[in-house]
């Protein structure tokens, strides 16, 4: 309630109200006096209004109650199953118990393990595919450096004999199809070799590298260890190797006779 | 729709008495606790101090609100309404009472006020004041009485009571000025006896 002059009159003693409120007072008391007077009445007008309030008698209340029923009978004295205090907590319980269960069951559940395998498959593939390309490159570098320290070696070997041919006697005449008959097999057993090499690289799928020479050969099978890129390529490589052989055979025989010599402490 | 049940002691009066009139009984019991014993005061203080014609008024109010709830208007304030209802309530028997016994506003002159005057001052200051105000009061005419109990004894503002009442604000003051003057002054003797008491 919004406060008024009468709460003033109660609250304030005479020199404390404003001008405001004197003005206002002015109706029904003009001086200092009069304001107590008016002072000590409302005080005990406020005792009497604050005493204990008689209350009327419950067979009044029960007479209502019977004019209550009476208007709107017993129908609306049933509430609404779910207003009911038993429901209400019945209904919170479940309510927790089920969201306890949920939280419970996604904080277990691991991870499908499925889904970590593909990640780590598809990861593995893609490393694999990596390294095999990698393998190609680092196979193929090397193979052209084994061609080109297999064509300087032929190309230092033939000077050698070159300048050996124009310094020594000539050879003995049967020498050469001796050599032949001797390097032939040799030869051809190298051939031999590599084609078996090649097959079995077909068989595993594992790629090498066969080599006239055999620490090219040795690094080659220390280093490569990539699977065959295909059989044709196998095939070439053993063409080349097999013409690169020929080319020596068809060396004269003091050539031959020195590279066979070559190859024997060589291997 | 509210699924958990808020307590009816949490509504206001204008949301008990829409409850009411759909049915709902414990509305009813809420608003009949709060305004019961002041509606059975003010009945008490307005119809001289008769305990049973109080509990009749109080009945036959409350009664109405059962029977009619629509009767009240929702945008009003509860507690103004009812004070005016019961304040033609009391209008109404006082038009009785006049009928009956031919006397101003059917308060006998000497009711109730004699035998509680006889023993005035065997009782303590504040009974003697008590009874004095009580009986200065009744003789006050109706529409200075009724400003005044509202303001002083029920409580209300002067705004509520200018609006139960449908009077402005500055007659209401002014009836509570000449109420509260004229009380202060029939009964200024108590103050004095009370000031020399002390002093």
């Known amino acids: 309630m919004a406060k008024d002059i009468f709460d003033s009159i109660l609250e304030k003693d005479y020199h404390q109200l404003s001008q405001k409120e004197l003005t206002e007072l002015k109706e029904i008391c003009q001086s200092e006096n009069e304001f107590n007077v008016l002072k000590a009445f409302g005080k005990d007008v406020k005792s009497i209004a604050n005493a204990p309030k008689l209350t009327p008698s419950v067979a009044t209340k029960e007479r209502l109650d019977e004019v209550f029923a009476t208007a709107y009978g017993s129908t609306k004295k049933g509430v609404v199953f779910y207003r009911k205090g038993w429901f209400q907590l019945a209904a919170s319980i479940v309510l927790i118990i089920g969201i306890g269960l949920v939280y419970l069951y996604t904080n277990n559940t691991p991870i499908t393990p499925q889904l970590a395998q593909n990640t780590i498959t598809e990861n593995n593939v893609d490393q694999s595919n990596e390294e095999k390309s990698d393998n190609q490159k680092n196979i193929s570098s090397e193979m052209e450096k084994d061609e080109l320290a297999l064509e300087k070696q032929s190309a230092a070997v033939i000077n050698e004999k070159v300048i050996q041919k124009n310094t020594t006697v000539a050879p003995i005449p049967n020498q050469k199809e001796t050599s032949f008959t001797v390097i032939k097999p040799v030869l051809a057993e190298k051939k031999t070799e590599v084609v078996s090499e090649d097959s079995e690289i077909a068989k595993t799928g594992n790629t090498s590298t066969n080599s006239l020479n055999k620490q090219a050969q040795e690094k080659i099978f220390q280093s490569y260890s990539a699977p065959a890129t295909s059989a044709m390529d196998i095939q070439v490589e053993s063409s080349k190797r097999t013409s690169k052989t020929s080319a020596l055979t068809s060396m004269n025989s003091s050539s031959q006779n020195s590279v066979f010599n070559f190859l024997v402490v060589k291997y | ?199």
Request: charged share 30%.
């Open chain 2, 1 to 199: 729709m509210r699924l958990f049940k808020t307590s009816y002691e949490q509504y206001t009066d204008e949301s008990l008495m829409k409850k009411l009139a759909s049915g709902e009984k414990q509305a009813f019991d809420v608003l009949y606790d709060r305004y019961a014993s002041a509606l059975f005061n003010y009945f008490y203080r307005m119809l001289w101090k008769d305990k049973e014609k109080a509990e009749d008024f109080v009945h036959d109010f409350f009664s109405k609100i059962i029977q009619k709830p629509t009767s009240f208007d929702t945008s009003r304030s509860f507690k103004t309404w009812m004070y005016s209802v019961a304040n033609n309530m009391c209008k109404n028997e006082y038009k009785r009472q006049a009928v009956r016994a031919g006397t101003k506003n059917g308060l006998e002159d000497s009711y109730g006020i004699a035998s509680e005057s006889e023993n005035a001052f065997s009782q303590t200051h504040f009974s003697i004041f008590k009874n004095e105000f009580e009986k200065k009061l009744n003789l006050l005419d109706e529409k200075h009485r009724e400003a005044f109990i509202f303001r002083h004894i029920e409580g209300l503002s002067i705004k509520e009571i200018a609006d139960l009442l449908k009077i402005s604000e500055g007659t209401i003051k002014s009836r509570i000025f000449y109420a509260t003057k004229h009380l202060a002054e029939e009964l200024s003797h108590y103050q004095q006896e009370k000031t020399k008491h002390h002093g």
